[in-house]
Nanobody, 119 residues
Framework: EVQLVESGGGLVQAGGSLTLSCAAS????????IGWLRQAPGKEREFVAR????????YYADSVKGRFTISRDKAENRAYLQMDSLKPEDTAVYYC????????????WGQGTQVTVSS
C-alpha cells in the first residue's frame, strides 16, 4: 500500500522558513515523480513544485520560484520542500503527492500539513 506522510508544517512569521518532509513507502515504481501541491481556504488546489525521482529534475510554480526548493533523499525515500522568504499568501495545506507515470497526474496523496504564515 502506497503511503505518503507529510510533516514539518506550522506557524511562521512572514520572511521566515520552514521545511516540509514527505516520507514515501509501500511501492517500487520504476519512474515516478513526487509533487508538492497546496490548497488555501476557499481556493483551488495548486501546483507548487515537483521532482522526478530518478534524474532529479525539478519544476516550480512561478509564485514560489527562487524561494522554495524541492529535493529528495533516495536512500531514505523522502522528499523535502524547503520554503524560504515565506509570505502570508503561502498559507495553505500542503500535500505531498506521487505521480506514478511521471505524466503530471497524481494518483496518491498524503494527508496534508498546515502551513500558516503570519504578517
Amino acid at each position: 500500500e502506497v503511503q505518503l506522510v507529510e510533516s514539518g508544517g506550522g506557524l511562521v512569521q512572514a520572511g521566515g522558513s520552514l521545511t516540509l518532509s514527505c516520507a514515501a513507502s509501500g511501492f517500487t515504481f520504476d519512474d515516478y515523480a513526487i509533487g508538492w501541491l497546496r490548497q488555501a481556504p476557499g481556493k483551488e488546489r495548486e501546483f507548487v513544485a515537483r521532482i522526478r525521482w530518478g534524474v532529479g529534475n525539478t519544476y516550480y510554480a512561478d509564485s514560489v520560484k527562487g524561494r522554495f526548493t524541492i529535493s529528495r533523499d533516495k536512500a531514505e525515500n523522502r522528499a523535502y520542500l524547503q520554503m524560504d522568504s515565506l509570505k502570508p499568501e503561502d498559507t495553505a495545506v500542503y500535500y505531498c503527492a506521487l505521480d506514478r507515470g511521471g505524466d503530471g497526474k497524481y494518483e496518491y496523496w498524503g494527508q496534508g500539513t498546515q502551513v500558516t504564515v503570519s504578517s
